[in-house]
């Protein structure tokens, strides 16, 4: 990730919380917008033309905007983004500013591999047990890898915990080797 994006994720992670806005909220209207943009080739080519005034391309933002009810400061922080020309740097700028959301609140991305599809009871347990071992709350992706053969392997950011039936194999085959 760049430090522009970085930059621009913080000091928008600034103004979420000085207004006390609802961060969930605010992370939806700009993935959704993320999303239109991605899907439009029109509104792509409109925005990103620099033959199109800056007023004009506001206007399209604020029809936009007014559409889908969009929190004033989220429209805002876009209309700068467009003003400085960085609608190519969104999709990373975006990510950026959920990862300082999610710190700023206490929430830890986790990524929980199974051999096998989880049931929901074994989900919600799962997901207890990840957020005991992050010190708050998660949010979780799922992932299945057959090679697992069994279990479980956890990735709380830069930290694996790996409870597979594979890692415990691998284990008693190090022992055996080494006695």
Avoid at 127 to 135: F, M, R, Y
Avoid at 144 to 166: E, F, K, M
Wanted: aromatic share 4%.
């Amino acid at each position: 990730m760049s430090v522009l994006a970085l930059r621009y994720a913080h000091a928008f992670a600034s103004v979420v919380a000085s207004s006390k806005l609802d961060t969930n909220a605010v992370q939806q209207q700009l993935n959704d917008f993320n999303d239109t943009l991605a899907e439009s080739n029109a509104l792509r080519e409109v925005l990103a033309n620099p033959a199109i005034p800056a007023p004009e391309k506001l206007k399209v933002l604020d029809a936009i905007a007014a559409r889908v009810n969009m929190i004033p400061q989220v429209r805002n922080f876009l209309a700068v983004i467009m003003d400085h020309h960085r609608l190519a740097e969104l999709n990373e700028i975006i990510a950026e500013y959920h990862a300082v959301a999610d710190e700023q609140s206490g929430v830890a991305e986790a990524e929980i591999t199974s051999a096998h599809p989880l049931n929901d009871q074994d989900r919600v347990e799962l997901e207890s047990q990840v957020a005991k071992l992050a010190g708050g709350r998660v949010r979780t992706t799922y992932r299945q890898d057959a090679s697992l053969l069994g279990g479980a392997v956890v990735r709380i950011g830069s930290t694996v915990y790996d409870g597979s039936i594979r890692a415990q194999l691998q284990q008693l085959k190090q022992k055996l080797v080494s006695a």
